[in-house]
Nanobody, 111 residues
Framework: QVQLVESGGGLVQPGGSLRLSCVAS????????MGWYRQAPGKQRELVAT???????NYADSVMGRFTISRDNAKNTVYLQMNTLKPEDTAVYYC?????WGQGTQVTVSS
């Protein structure tokens, strides 16, 4: 079984930054793609960003230029650097390797 544990969420003012981390453990052998999704209240879960082991990235249009996904394959960790945060970025952020999901970490952007 694979476990994914996210951390780094919190309350931040508009324009601020946060860095999310997700550590994979258990029967994790290194997934080709790891990514972040988010779900706001009353909305469907949506893609935020993904990154492959070969470095190919994919971002939602809404976060392009503000968020950066990175991964440390040696540490089985994927990060999401979020800059210039907006109230509409408020959501629970989830990490996934395509099959398993973490429990999520809450990000709230509010003044």
């Amino acid at each position: 079984q694979v476990q994914l544990v996210e951390s780094g969420g919190g309350l931040v003012q508009p324009g601020g930054s946060l860095r999310l981390s997700c550590v994979a453990s258990g029967n994790f052998i290194g997934s080709y793609v790891m990514g972040w999704y988010r779900q706001a209240p009353g909305k469907q879960r949506e893609l935020v960003a993904t990154k492959t082991t070969t470095g190919t990235t994919n971002y939602a249009d809404s976060v392009m230029g503000r968020f950066t996904i990175s991964r440390d394959n040696a540490k089985n960790t994927v990060y999401l650097q979020m800059n210039t945060l907006k109230p509409e970025d408020t959501a629970v952020y989830y990490c996934t390797e395509g099959t398993h999901w973490g429990q999520g970490t809450q990000v709230t952007v509010s003044s």
